[in-house]
Antibody, heavy 126, light 111 residues
Framework: EVQLVESGGGLVKPGGSLRLSCAAS????????MNWVRQAPGKGLEWISS????????YYGDSMKGRFTISRDNAKNSLFLQMNSLRAEDTAMYYC???????????????????WGQGTLVTVSS | QSVLTQPPSVSGAPGQRVTISCTGS?????????VHWYQQLPGTAPKLLIY???NRPSGVPDRFSGSKSGSSASLAITGLQAEDEADYYC???????????FGTGTKVTVV
């Protein structure tokens, strides 16, 4: 069974740091790009960052650039998100998700996310 | 601010058909990027519902269907059931912002 399990969330003070982990199983982890997506309480989904299968190509949403760092360890089938200088507005459920794409004769579909982990809650508060 | 706009809520009686719109722009749907849909049941993680505009993953009932035309997309649920009460999100890629984007989300209520 394809599975993603996040960990590392918790309560942290403004300005603090936290490192999230995502353990992958049931698929060839080093063949897929991976993502972090977050959801503030009662709000919608926000894409945070992507990393390609090799770890060489990394992308961030504007509001996270410079504060968040995505990384992966293919030997340990794990994805990470280092979050620094945390703010109250970073309070959210953080999900990891696998990138999927598909090409058939004559067309390729743009990327989607499947599956998603169950999420880990980050609360930034004094 | 989300790049893809959805109605905040839609409702319908059991057995009815409801549709959820997702309005984009020339830098996402209009640029040829596909729409994907996710269902988020209360208290759970999002789950893929439709990929590549109108494709259902294995296990998703054929009551769910998707479409895309120009800069807009829609999700239809026919034969609405109580278990369909959830939040629904569209998703694509935006070539102007160079990021993956989600819709604002729509809460479906079965009345």
């Amino acid at each position: 069974e394809v599975q993603l399990v996040e960990s590392g969330g918790g309560l942290v003070k403004p300005g603090g740091s936290l490192r999230l982990s995502c353990a992958a199983s049931g698929f060839t982890f080093n063949s897929y790009s991976m993502n972090w997506v977050r959801q503030a309480p009662g709000k919608g989904l926000e894409w945070i960052s992507s990393i390609d299968s090799s770890g060489m190509y990394i992308y961030y949403g504007d509001s996270m650039k410079g504060r968040f760092t995505i990384s992966r360890d293919n030997a340990k089938n794990s994805l990470f998100l280092q979050m620094n200088s945390l703010r109250a507005e970073d309070t959210a459920m953080y999900y990891c998700a696998r990138t999927r794409s598909y090409c058939t004769v004559g067309t390729c579909y743009s990327d989607w996310f499947d599956p998603w982990g169950q999420g880990t809650l980050v609360t930034v508060s004094s | 601010q989300s790049v893809l706009t959805q109605p905040p809520s839609v409702s319908g009686a059991p057995g009815q058909r409801v549709t959820i719109s997702c309005t984009g722009s020339n830098s996402n749907f209009g640029a040829g990027y596909d729409v994907h849909w996710y269902q988020q049941l209360p208290g759970t993680a999002p789950k893929l519902l439709i990929y590549g505009n109108n494709n259902r993953p294995s296990g998703v009932p054929d009551r769910f269907s998707g479409s895309k035309s120009g800069s807009s997309a829609s999700l239809a649920i026919t034969g609405l059931q109580a278990e369909d009460e959830a939040d629904y999100y569209c998703q694509s890629y935006d070539s102007s912002l160079n990021i993956y984007v989600f819709g604002t989300g729509t809460k479906v209520t079965v009345v």
